[in-house]
């Protein structure tokens, strides 16, 4: 068996294999499915600082080679997550890391200062494309200096490892890479989703209740593993890549790209086994191209 343990920054993952935020709850709902310490690491449902309901129904779509979602980050809060999930989920022998999103950069740092006193999150992930309530609803990670707003309050509070969650819907994400980096980030993860609509044409109106959502599944995934590329030239620190991914292939690719891990998101609602089946082909993978490390392939074109 090749060596698969890779680290992004001190966090150290036994293979590259992680899940997407929101695709796999808090691991808990599928560990009748995949043995859970088998995994690099799980990244849990978006928290914030305070409860949210979310966006009105419907709030997902099917669409050609993916899927549409307009959640709205439902969750009950960040005290709710450290009183009663946290207990559950402590004890799981993987990196259970925390997806932190809010609407300004003071609910942000709240938040993860609240998870960064727990001892067994040895991560957080944060949402930077969640809107600016003081800007208009524009999102943070859409211009540089909303990014750095988000990452610089952050890091002032959070001490353990940070990995900054990028949007695609953007100019020039390797900029917005080097802007997370500057101010600390110990790591960038991309993409999220692109932004789309449907719309039932039997009713004349979209299929979304309010109107578009994030488009994810195979459909992002060239764009995705077009920007893992360009970042992971652009930046000194890890690169995290997801967008599309189904196969040990597509996580090679991503790997190839630059990626030092990876995270499975929409294909979990396909395959609740998918993060195990893709962490044994990339191991196949390596074993049939005489690779004894992971290291060999990662950024290798």
Same mark, same amino acid.
């Not at 060596?3 to 920054?9: C, K, T, W």
């Not at 020039?172 to 790591?187: L, P, V, Y």
């Given at each position: ?9 001190a ?17 808990? %709902? ?22 949210? %309901? ?14 549409l ?22 004890d ?32 957080? %992930? ?21 990014? %750095? ?22 100019t020039?994400?390797?900029?917005? +890479? ?6 600390? +980030?110990?790591?960038v ?8 609509m449907?719309?039932d ?6 299929l ?6 994030g ?8 764009? +995705? ?33 630059? +990626? ?36 060999e392939?990662i950024?290798?074109?």
């Open positions: 068996m090749a060596e698969l343990s890779v680290n992004i920054g966090l150290a993952l036994k293979n590259p294999v992680m899940t997407a935020s929101g695709t796999f709850g808090y691991g808990l %709902e599928f560990a009748d499915f995949v043995p859970l310490d088998q995994l690099g690491g799980i990244i849990v449902k978006g928290t914030t600082l305070k409860p949210r %309901e979310g966006n009105d129904y419907p709030r997902m779509a099917e669409t050609a080679s993916g899927m979602n307009c959640v709205g980050l439902q969750n009950k809060g960040v005290d709710y997550f450290c009183e009663h999930i946290y207990p559950q989920i402590k799981i022998d993987t990196n259970m890391i925390v997806n932190v999103s809010g609407s300004s950069p003071e609910d942000y740092a709240e938040c993860a200062a609240r998870i960064d006193a727990l001892e067994k999150i040895p991560a957080i %992930e944060l949402n930077i494309s969640c809107p600016n309530v003081k800007d208009g609803g524009m999102a943070f990670g859409v211009t540089c200096q909303g990014a %750095e707003s988000v990452v610089r309050a952050v890091r002032e509070r959070y001490h353990k490892t940070l990995i900054v969650k990028l949007s695609p819907n953007v020039n994400i390797s900029d917005i +890479a080097k802007a997370c980096e500057a101010q600390g +980030a110990d790591s993860s991309l993409i999220n989703t692109l932004m789309g449907a719309i044409i039997e009713h004349r109106r979209s979304l209740s309010i109107g578009t959502g488009l994810s599944g195979p459909c992002v995934k060239p764009v +995705a593993l077009r920007m893992v590329w360009q970042v992971a030239k652009a930046v000194k620190i890890p690169v995290v890549g997801l967008g599309g991914i189904t196969t040990a292939n597509d996580a090679i690719e991503f790997l190839m790209a630059g +990626a030092t891990a990876i995270e499975i998101g929409t294909a979990n609602f396909l395959d609740p086994a998918v993060t195990i089946k893709v962490r044994d082909g990339i191991n196949d993978w390596l074993d049939r191209h005489g690779c004894k490390d992971i290291h392939i950024g290798c074109i």
